[in-house]
């Protein structure tokens, strides 16, 4: 390995480090009071840190570098909630919530080239550890607010109030005159925390797990806040870049795994621009089986397809306990895919969830061996072995594996009926 610790440049280089993620361990939720809430979470903590654990082992057999974010054994559930309420406001997503566990470090960081981007902010021992494994070669991916039209400071401004507002708050237009003395402490203090921090928050360019780099090609999911500050970004080496439509390239529902191969739950016609005359694995509905689609069905009232819990019963005790203090470790599992969200080792070896008979004919067909990894409670976490992972180090050069491309493709974010119609467009 070379002197610098982050390397990437193709999802199917041969992986040498990693960071996988960490959850609390079951002693964080023994201070709950009911018996079958305490059961219920300890047990999720104790399978999810056993699948963790054999991840390690497969990752470590197959030649990789580990290292894993690190929770206090000693920390308790308790410490984040007073009188009934939670008292943490996480600074990053909802307000309300008790911490999210550093279980998926892909949410937040990319390896580029030789650097190790920052798009987001997430739990604290995640950026820790990655400090200790190489903090000079990080960069935050974010930009001035000073840098923007006013214009568009309001427009981020008006998206960060939406995110953050719950039920109780003054309309946006009277957040500053508005009386807050009649509102509860905690929703107070949520309010006070926007007016003094909305205006100079990082703005984030994108999410990690929205970029994908393939050689020469960066294919960026639409979902961008700002395109012409992320044109601007330096990342050491000229990239095309790949601009497609919202949720057309997530890693929750496509996954290049070697190349002229991708596996994908949406339309193949999608990826003609951006794969031309790749083989590809098309997978409709097979991420959410029968039985758990029929199960997430009977809650939906409830739980609305946010989560679940596999191999457990439910409870209308244990939905308001979830939904009231652990929405940050949860997600919207109806609408993510954990099939094709798998981790490449190398072009020939493939960690997946689990093993259906379309993709194990694919993998055949492109001489790749599967390791099946379980990950049981994926759909409560939202999240799959991509998700828990992040790659730190790839052995591999930079290529160019579309060399008849000469320009980047580009499709307006939102505009469907554009894209539809057009495909896409040079992005000048």
Known sequence: MSENKYKFWAPWDKLKSVMLGNFYDPHFFSTIQNDYIRHSLSKIAEETLEDLEYFKKVLEDFGCNVIQPKLNSNDTI????????????NPFSRVRSVPRSPLQPRDCALVINDKLYIT??????????????????QII??????????????????????????????????????????????????????????KQSMVHLIKAPCM????????????????????????????????????????????????????TVKDPSR???????????????????????????????????????????????LINFIDTYLSDLTGFTIETIFDVNCLVLDENHICVSNLIPEVEEFFKKHKINPI?????????HDGGLHCITLDLYREGEKK??????????????GDRKYFKKNRGFVWN
């Open 141 to 198: 991916l974010d930009f001035e607010l000073d840098n923007l039209f006013e214009c568009q400071k309001q427009t981020l401004y008006e998206r960060y109030y939406t995110v953050r507002k719950t039920n109780n708050w003054p309309s946006l237009e009277k957040i500053e005159s508005e009386d807050l003395s009649e509102l509860d402490e905690l929703t107070r203090s949520e309010i006070n925390y926007f007016k003094k921090y909305a």
């Open 212 to 263: 994908t780099l393939i050689g020469k090609d960066l294919y960026i999911e639409g979902a961008l806040f700002e395109l012409d500050k992320f044109k601007s970004v330096d990342f050491g080496t000229d990239l095309r870049y790949n601009i497609v439509n919202e949720g057309g390239h997530s890693d929750g529902c496509f996954a290049p795994i070697k190349p002229g191969a991708l596996m």
């Open 271 to 317: 990826y003609a621009e951006s794969f031309p005359d790749w083989d590809i694995c098309y997978l409709p509905g097979h991420a959410k089986d029968g039985k758990l689609m029929s199960s997430l069905h009977q809650w939906k009232d409830k739980i609305g397809g946010r989560w679940y819990i596999e191999g457990q019963q439910i409870n209308d005790q």
């Open 400 to 413: 160019d594996y579309f060399p008849n491309r000469n320009v980047s493709i580009y499709s307006p974010v």
């Open 78 to 89: 308790d410490r984040y909630i007073k009188d009934g309420k939670v008292n943490y406001i």
């Open 120 to 137: 987001h902010g997430d739990h604290a021992s995640i950026f820790e550890q990655l400090s200790l494994y190489n903090k000079k070669d």
């Open 372 to 380: 099946v990894v379980p990950f049981r409670h994926r759909h409560f």
